[in-house]
DNA sequence: GTTTACAAACCAAGCGCTTGCTTGGTATTG
DNA sequence: CAATACCAAGCAAGCGCTTGGTTTGTAAAC
C-alpha cells in the first residue's frame, strides 16, 4: 500500500477529507497558517482569504474556529496512523521495523502532511479541554505502534534504554526536525534517518 | 560555581533581572503565564494580574508586550549559557562533559528555568523579526559549547553519528521533555540522563 | 427540455467584546 | 522636590461569530 492508496482508503471511509473538496482545501491552507503564525495569530479572515471565501462563510462549514484546528489535528493522526502502520507490516525484522517507523515518521513531519504534523506539535494548547481528550486518544493507538517494535527489540538486547523513554526522546527529536530540516540541504531524509539509527547503536541492517 | 553564585554574578553584571524586582518578579510570572497559556493567550491584563498592579502600569516597565516575551527568552538563554559553560568546565572527559551538559540541560528545561525555557522552545514565532535574530544570535554561543564537545567525541570514535545532527536531535529530544517528565513519577533527572546516555551508545561512566 | 423545488454554499454588513496600549493624574521614595 | 511607580479610565483596532438575504448546483416534475 503506497500513500494514495492508504490516502483514498480513508477518504472513503470518511476519516480524512479529500483534498480536492472544500472542506480538504480549508484545512490544507489553515494548517499552513497554523503552522507559520500559530493558530492564535491566524485569523478567520485569514483562513477565508486563504480559500477565497469571506469570513462568515467558513461558519457553514465549521461551527467555530478550534473546530478547524481539531479537524486538522485528527485527520493527521488518522492518515500518519494508517501509514506508520504499513510501514511497520511492510518490514521483516523488528530493527527493520523501527527503522522504517523512523523513515515514515520523518517522512510525515517534513513531507506531505509536514504542516498540519507542526501543529499537532505546536499547538495542542490551543485545543479545548474536550478536542484535547479525543485527539490524546487517537494518539494512543499510533504510540502504540512504536510501543511494540521498541519492547520486542528491547527483549532482544539490541536497546540498551526503556522503551517509553526512548519512544518520548524519538518523538521530540523528529518533531524537532521541522525546525531546522530543508532537504535541499544535502542531508536526504535517508541520510537522516540512517544517523539515527546509528545514534541508537543499532548498526545497519545486514541484507 | 553553583547555581546561585552563577545567577547572581549574572545579576551583578545587568544581564539578567533580579527575581526579587519588580521586573524579575514579572518576567518569571510572565514565563509562568507563556508556557502554560502560550504568548497570545495571555493578555496583559493576565500578566498585570499576575503581580498584583493594572494592566497599563505594566508599559512603564515595558514599551511592548513583545519586549517582555523577548526578556524572557534573552534572560533565560544568558543564564543557562552561563549553567553550561559551568557544566562543560566541571567535567574531566570528553564523555563527562556530554552527561554534565546533558543533565544540565535537563536541569533546565524541567527545574527552575523550566517555564521560561518552554516559552523558548514553544513560542520563538511570537518574536518580531528582530527579537528574533537577537535570540538567535544569543542561541549561537550556547550552541557551540555542545558542538564543542560532540566533535571531540566524534574525533574519538566515540560517536556514530554527524555532530550537527546529533546536537539537534538531542534538542528535540530533551526539550520534549518538558511535555511529558513528571519528577514525581518515579524517574529521577539522573535516571533520565543516564538512559540518553546509554540510547546514544556511550557506556556508563567509570570511576 | 424546460420548469420548479430546495438545500447547500456563499456574501455583505455589522454586533458585541477583547485586545494592546495611551493618557492625565496621584502616590511613593530617596 | 524630582524621579519613579503606579492607578483609573478609556480609545481605536481587531477579534470570533451572527444575521438576513442571494447565488449556485442538482434533480425530480411536468
Do not use: C
Amino acid at each position: 500500500m503506497n500513500y494514495h492508496a492508504i490516502l483514498h482508503s480513508l477518504i472513503a471511509d470518511n476519516q480524512v477529507s479529500d483534498p480536492a473538496s472544500a472542506r480538504g482545501r480549508l484545512l490544507h491552507e489553515a494548517a499552513r497558517l497554523f503552522r507559520d503564525k500559530g493558530y492564535e495569530r491566524t485569523t478567520v479572515r485569514d483562513l477565508a482569504a486563504a480559500v477565497g471565501i469571506q469570513s462568515g462563510s467558513l461558519f457553514h462549514h465549521f461551527r467555530t474556529k478550534e473546530e478547524i484546528l481539531k479537524a486538522v489535528m485528527v485527520e493527521t493522526i488518522r492518515l500518519n496512523t494508517a501509514l506508520m502502520q504499513a510501514a511497520v507490516d511492510a518490514a521483516e525484522t523488528d530493527r527493520d521495523k523501527l527503522q522504517a517507523l523512523v523513515r515514515a515518521e520523518l517522512e510525515s513531519i517534513n513531507g506531505q502532511t509536514g504542516e498540519a504534523m507542526a501543529v499537532l506539535v505546536f499547538e495542542w494548547r490551543s485545543l479545548s479541554e474536550t478536542s484535547r481528550a479525543y485527539v490524546l486518544e487517537l494518539r494512543d493507538i499510533y504510540e502504540q505502534l512504536w510501543l511494540d517494535v521498541l519492547e520486542a527489540l528491547r527483549k532482544d538486547g539490541m536497546l540498551a534504554a526503556e522503551p517509553f523513554v526512548v519512544r518520548r526522546m524519538l518523538t521530540g527529536a523528529l518533531s524537532w526536525t521541522v525546525t531546522w530540516y530543508r532537504p535541499d540541504g544535502g542531508l536526504t531524509l535517508d541520510d537522516l534517518t540512517e544517523q539515527v539509527v546509528a545514534m541508537m547503536g543499532l548498526t545497519a541492517s545486514r541484507p
